[in-house]
Structures are given as structure tokens and as C-alpha cells.
């Protein structure tokens, strides 16, 4: 693989070790070629409310403060990645918090640089805060890699604070990467070129959900056809849907496995809905093996048009039959898949999809060149061919016209 090795980046982006997500898979690639990184732990983009999950969310982030100690990070981190979190408060509305969270980022993440001897980084940012930090470090490049419109996001209070950080880092941006046509076309300015980077997956991983293994002792006791989803359980998920499915199909067992934000009661009331906590990843594919079909049962709307559901390149992976609702992004494997809208159709589909034939070895067919390798080949690439383009443009010197 021809990568970019032995330079220096400092990621912001969600925090390394909370779930696994395309920003993490792709700098493990640049970890494996000898780049170094230093990932900035930020607050989250909405002000927190008085519910468990946000409580739980501000302790988390007060504990992190303190950092690991020296030996947590060598025995838990991949050799080259460094975190840093540094001290913040969520409260971007109030007078003076955001120039305050802003200095304090400034000052953590410089005086972390100088400790690692880091100069001239190339700033990877995914989240829109990153546009009141971008400039502060003596980057070399800046890359905005779109993974979401996070002013459309469940419960977000503040988007015009949000659109404001984007605006600022679409401003700074030497590179913008998105992982949707959607997010694309409405994040491209006049002077900088959107360039798609959908997800890849871990191929090999989650193939072995195709290849005879033990049933996990979570599903053990669990018989029948197994319709499965693995994932987070937000408003996206259309849990109406899901219930008519439930309904009309008291032979068919609902596997669902993930964090919920959402009150899942009208479905736990029923005998064929099961509910299992996120686990970890490596054992994704162990699980995904029980299921006869993998569904991505999500609403459509203004959110879910412009993403990307990181899981339907991996439950391809998986060899299964997929069905999914028609968002955007699915349509890119409309051949390997079943799409359909609305309770009736969702659950022809799934009966359809039960008693399909291809072997699996015909849907991983599908994925060639969807890995993350080469995701983070064709990223470094980009980013390869953006620092030669900047280092050719001539020097501008004040009071003179250029020739």
C-alpha cells in the first residue's frame, strides 16, 4: 500500500476508545505507517440537559480530564497515538465560555505538541468545533472530513452555534473529504472541491459471521428465523415499523443489540423482541452469525438522507441478507440488498430476503476496493496531492502583482 508515513497529525474527532467509528478505523491505517497522532478529546456540540445519559456524558468527560496515567497509555494505545482532553465547558452560548474553551484547547494541545516535539501537523478534524481551533497550531494542511450534518442531530439546541464552528473550519479547510453525496454537494464553497470518502470495512472480520461457528451464549435459547440489528438504538430507528414486523410475525425473533436512547417498552413487551447491550466489536461478528437477516430499519428524513449507516457495508460483509429503508446512501448496493419503505413492504422484503439463495460468497463479491485500506489509500492520496499543490503556489509578496 502506498500511504503517507512518518508525519505528525492532530485529529479532532469523537473520543478513540467510545466506540469504533470511521475516523478511528482510517487513522489506524496511518497509525501502521509509522505517522504519529494527537487526538483531541473535545465536548460534545449540544448544551447537556438534566437526563441520566448526559450526567453520565459530563462525568466521563470531567474524569478524562485527569488523563490516564503513563502506563494506562502505553498498555492501551497503539504505538504513535497520544490523547489529550483537554478541560472544557458545554456551554457555548454564554458570553465568553467559547473564546474560554477555545484558549484552553489552544494552550493544552500546543503545550502536548511541544512535549512531543510535533511540528507542522496536518490537522484531521470531524466534528465543526474544530473551526475555533484550526489556524492556532502551525498546520501544514487542514482536512474536514464531513461525516454527518450534526445540526441535524437528535436534540441538538444550538445548530446555529454548530453552523457557525463549520463555517469557520470550511472556511480554513485545504481539504474536504464527506462520506455522503448528500453531505457533499451542500458543504462545498466556491473555492474548495467536496470529494466523496464513503466507509469502508473490516472484510475479513466480519466474514466470519458467514463460516460455521459456536452460537454465542447470549442467543443460545433463542430459536426460530432471527431478524437482527446491531448498532445505536436512536429516534432514527423506526420502532413502529419494527413492532408491525413483531406483530404480524410472532414466529420471527427481533435481535437487537446496542446502546438505546430511545424507550424500547412497546417492544420489550413483546415475547419475540430481544434487546442485548452494545458489545464490543470483535464480537460483532460472532453475533451477526445467528442472524438470518440484517436490517437497517431507520426512518427516512432530512438526518438519515445525508448519512451514510456505517453497519451496511459491514452486515454485507457478513454475508447476509440485507433489507434496509431507502436512504440515499444504501442505493450504492441496491444489488446486494433489499430496499423497500413502509411496514408492508419492510416485511415482504424480509421474507423475500429469508428465502434468498446467494451464497455469501456473492455479497462479499460486492465490496472490492470497500476496505478500509483502501479508504485510508485513497485519503492519504488526497492528502499527498493536496501539500504538493500547496507547496507549488507562489509566494505572495505584499505590495507586489504577481507576473
Given at each position: ?78 504505538a504513535g497515538l497520544h490523547l489529550l482532553s483537554p478541560p472544557m465547558f458545554p456551554f457555548n452560548r454564554i458570553p465568553g465560555v467559547r ?51 450534526f445540526t441535524l442531530w437528535p436534540k441538538m439546541n444550538q445548530p446555529e452555534i454548530v453552523r457557525d464552528m463549520e463555517e469557520k473550519l ?234
Open positions: 500500500m502506498n500511504m503517507l508515513a512518518n508525519r505528525d497529525f492532530l485529529v479532532f474527532s469523537d473520543d478513540w476508545g467510545r466506540h469504533p467509528f470511521s475516523c478511528r478505523h482510517l487513522m489506524r491505517r496511518f497509525l501502521s505507517h509509522g505517522n504519529r497522532l494527537l487526538w483531541v478529546h473535545t465536548i460534545g456540540l449540544r448544551s447537556p440537559q438534566l437526563t441520566l445519559y448526559d450526567i453520565r456524558r459530563s462525568w466521563e468527560k470531567i474524569r478524562s480530564w485527569l488523563g490516564p496515567t503513563p502506563q494506562e497509555e502505553q498498555a492501551t494505545l497503539p473564546a474560554g474553551n477555545r484558549a484552553s484547547v489552544a494552550r493544552a494541545v500546543l503545550r502536548a505538541m511541544n512535549k512531543l516535539g510535533m511540528r507542522s501537523p496536518i490537522l484531521l478534524a470531524t466534528l465543526p468545533d474544530a473551526g475555533d481551533y484550526a489556524g492556532a497550531f502551525g498546520e501544514c494542511l487542514t482536512v474536514y472530513y464531513c461525516v454527518d450534518d470550511l472556511a480554513r479547510a485545504d481539504l474536504l473529504v464527506a462520506v455522503s453525496d448528500s453531505l457533499c454537494a451542500s458543504r462545498a464553497r466556491q473555492r474548495l472541491q467536496a470529494r466523496l470518502l464513503t466507509h469502508g470495512v473490516d472484510l475479513e472480520h466480519f466474514a466470519q459471521a458467514s463460516r460455521p461457528q459456536p452460537v454465542p451464549p447470549e442467543l443460545a435459547g433463542v430459536g426460530g428465523r432471527v431478524v437482527g440489528f446491531y448498532g445505536l438504538i436512536d429516534s432514527h430507528f423506526d420502532l413502529e415499523m419494527v413492532q408491525t414486523l413483531l406483530t404480524a410475525r410472532p414466529d420471527w425473533r427481533f435481535v437487537c443489540i446496542g446502546t438505546a436512547r430511545i424507550d424500547l417498552g412497546p417492544l420489550e413487551r413483546l415475547p419475540n423482541f430481544l434487546r442485548l447491550p452494545a458489545v464490543p466489536y470483535e464480537r460483532l461478528p460472532a453475533l451477526a452469525s445467528r442472524f438470518d437477516v440484517a436490517v437497517i430499519p431507520y426512518l427516512v428524513n432530512e438526518h438519515t438522507k445525508t448519512a451514510n449507516p456505517l453497519k451496511l457495508r459491514e452486515y454485507i460483509a457478513t454475508g447476509k441478507p440485507v433489507v434496509a429503508t431507502p436512504m440515499p446512501e444504501v442505493f450504492r448496493f441496491a444489488g446486494q440488498l433489499r430496499i423497500a419503505q413502509g411496514a408492508g413492504a419492510f416485511i415482504a422484503a424480509v421474507e423475500a430476503a429469508l428465502a434468498d439463495p446467494t451464497p455469501p460468497e456473492a455479497r462479499l463479491a460486492a465490496l472490492a476496493g470497500e476496505t478500509w485500506e483502501d479508504k485510508a489509500e485513497l485519503l492519504s492520496d488526497w492528502i499527498e496531492e493536496t501539500l504538493a499543490a500547496r507547496q507549488r503556489r507562489p509566494v505572495r509578496v505584499p505590495g507586489k502583482e504577481a507576473a
